[in-house]
């Protein structure tokens, strides 16, 4: 279908340079000038449901050189992530655009809300064909961006839905340090504390931007799908303030002992690698 425009891709203020900024240009050159390609390797990987699932995160899996080792993922994160984010944005302008879509379910929350883990629960047990004619798409609401997308689901007649996923801070701390073990993708303090606190206003920029849109909250004090309570109540999105929010964070890091990520050693990967 066509190249994504490169000059839609932000650069990051890497220093001049440098080899984050050498492994940010080298993804954008691939990500402008391959999109087709890349966007059918997506389709592939068994998470992406046929491309049926659409999500940045999973679409880095893409760079061969990221995809390699834990140790990549740490590394090369903040490089490939706005070519990522493009190409992800591309894949769900592709994906609505297929007449047999009808609708799309939006899998929203903060950092460590599980949302990867319940999309892919959402699959297994599509029992009753609860996704036929859907896709899924999972993502942060950060306005004004997640507003378009809405709005262009909308004029390709397509039905949005969102599932608020609304972790305690307390288990999104778990699910984020977790995470870091496993697959190297850890989460600085301050974009958890921003993503926590804003979910409630960015839900309700949306809902009142769109009136009526279909939305349920899901309340999760654990993993375990028994602690899960449903809510249509905008008010439990709401946390307290960014002081109060960071007050608590800091008391849980203690509580549980948890070690502060160290930096590692950049290591441009090699022209095999990539």
Do not use: W
Not at 72 to 77: F, T
Not at 92 to 115: F, M, S, W
């Amino acid at each position: 279908m066509g190249n994504i425009d490169r000059n839609k891709i932000r650069k990051k203020e890497f220093t001049i340079g440098s080899l984050e900024e050498e492994i940010e240009e080298y993804c954008i050159k691939l990500a402008s000038t391959h999109t087709d390609d890349i966007l059918k390797l997506y389709n592939k990987l068994p998470e992406s449901r046929r491309g049926r699932y659409i999500n940045s995160d999973l679409m880095k899996m893409t760079f061969p050189f990221y995809a390699k080792s834990i140790e990549n993922r740490r590394l090369y994160n903040m490089a490939v992530t706005n070519s990522a984010a493009v190409l992800t944005n591309e894949a769900y302008i592709r994906a609505l655009q297929n007449k047999e879509v009808k609708r799309c379910i939006y899998i929203t929350g903060p950092y460590g809300a599980g949302k990867s883990y319940f999309t892919q629960a959402l699959f297994e047990c599509n029992q009753d064909g609860l996704l036929e004619g859907s896709i899924v798409y999972e993502g942060s609401i950060t306005p004004p961006a997640f507003g378009e997308k809405i709005k262009y689901a909308i004029n390709q007649g397509v039905t949005p839905h969102i599932i608020a996923l609304n972790p305690t801070l307390e288990l999104s701390i778990r699910n984020i340090k977790d995470r870091a073990q496993r697959i190297g993708r850890d989460v600085e303090k301050q974009e958890v504390l921003d993503k926590f606190c804003n979910f409630y206003t960015y839900m309700k920029y949306i809902i009142e931007e769109f009136e009526n849109i279909s939305f349920k909250i899901y309340n999760k004090n654990s993993n375990n799908s028994e602690d899960i309570n449903y809510s249509s109540n905008i008010n439990d999105l709401y946390h307290g303030t960014i002081q109060e929010v960071e007050k608590e964070y800091n008391r849980i890091i203690n509580q549980l002992g948890l070690p502060i990520t160290p930096t590692l050693p950049l290591v441009f990967p090699s022209n095999e690698e990539r």
